[in-house]
Nanobody
Framework: QVQLVESGGGLVQAGGSLRLSCATSGSTFSSWNMGWHRQAPGKDREFVARISWGGRSTRYGYSVKGRFTISRDNAKNSVYLQMNSLMPEDTATYYC????????????WGRGTQVTVSS
């Protein structure tokens, strides 16, 4: 059973930074594409970022491009989301997700970590 555990969320002032981490239990993590999504209260889930299994390819949602950076450490079975220049509209629960079959469908999701940005 694959488990994803997010950490690093919290309360930060606008303009600040946070780094989210996602630790996984999978033994084949290095072959998975990984992604971050977020969901604010009353809103649909939103794509944030995606990174390919080898880390060479990344893609970002329009609202975070240029401010957020996704990265991974295959030796640690972990993926990260560095968030800079945070804005109140970034407030949401952030979820880590794994595409274990490389078909652009996320098979496993974490429980999320809350990020709150105050103005």
């Amino acid at each position: 059973q694959v488990q994803l555990v997010e950490s690093g969320g919290g309360l930060v002032q606008a303009g600040g930074s946070l780094r989210l981490s996602c630790a996984t239990s999978g033994s084949t993590f290095s072959s998975w594409n990984m992604g971050w999504h977020r969901q604010a209260p009353g809103k649909d889930r939103e794509f944030v970022a995606r990174i390919s299994w080898g880390g060479r390819s990344t893609r970002y949602g329009y609202s975070v491009k240029g401010r957020f950076t996704i990265s991974r450490d295959n030796a640690k079975n972990s993926v990260y989301l560095q968030m800079n220049s945070l804005m109140p509209e970034d407030t949401a629960t952030y979820y880590c997700a794994a595409d274990t079959t490389q078909d652009y469908v996320y098979d496993y999701w974490g429980r999320g970590t809350q990020v709150t940005v105050s103005s």
